[in-house]
């Protein structure tokens, strides 16, 4: 399956990519200074296998969001669908349960973009994937994890965030 980022995350995941490459610079140098200073001996230089080890894990890792970002197509700004949910929707969701009801507002955004504090949750994570092609109106039901089923109805779909305040 694709993989997908608004041009706010790719942006965003060049800019950690720039960071991580920076940070590996700087454990390099590290590295090299407690090599020069006590070699590279198991016993006679834990810091140096410390660093060693640091070193690897932060090369996993820019590997890692390289490939993503060569690999993701990224959904291009422009007029938000308000038809059906898809990438980068905002979309008020009714939440019923057991418990009672709740209303949210959420955009769906690209893989790894998922922040609830901005209320953006990605189109992979469980919820996302539940809402994509809704309709207003529409339902879906999703396990939570607490183990209790919600329904999670479409109220409406927006243009944009400024549409959203009553």
């Known amino acids: 399956m694709p993989k997908y980022l608004t041009e706010e995350g790719s942006q965003q995941l060049r800019s950690k990519i720039e960071e991580l490459k920076i940070t590996i610079r700087r454990t390099q140098g590290q590295r090299a200074e407690s090599y020069s200073r006590d070699g590279d001996g198991t016993h006679d230089n834990p810091a140096f296998h410390a660093l060693d080890l640091e070193l690897h894990a932060q090369e996993r890792k820019l590997d890692e969001l390289t490939e993503l970002l060569l690999a993701a197509q990224v959904v291009p700004d422009g007029p938000r ?41 990605a189109y992979d994570s469980p919820i ?39």
């Open 81 to 121: 669908n308000t038809e059906a949910v898809r990438l980068r929707s905002i979309v008020k969701v009714r939440r019923e349960t057991s418990a009672g009801d709740q209303d949210n507002i959420f955009e769906i955004v690209g893989v790894g973009e998922t922040n609830l504090d901005r209320n953006r949750i």
């Open 128 to 166: 996302g994937q539940a809402l994509l092609g809704l309709r207003a109106g529409e339902t879906t039901k999703l396990e939570l994890p607490d183990g209790t089923v919600a329904i999670f109805r479409i109220r409406q779909l927006f243009q944009d965030w400024s549409d959203t305040a009553v």
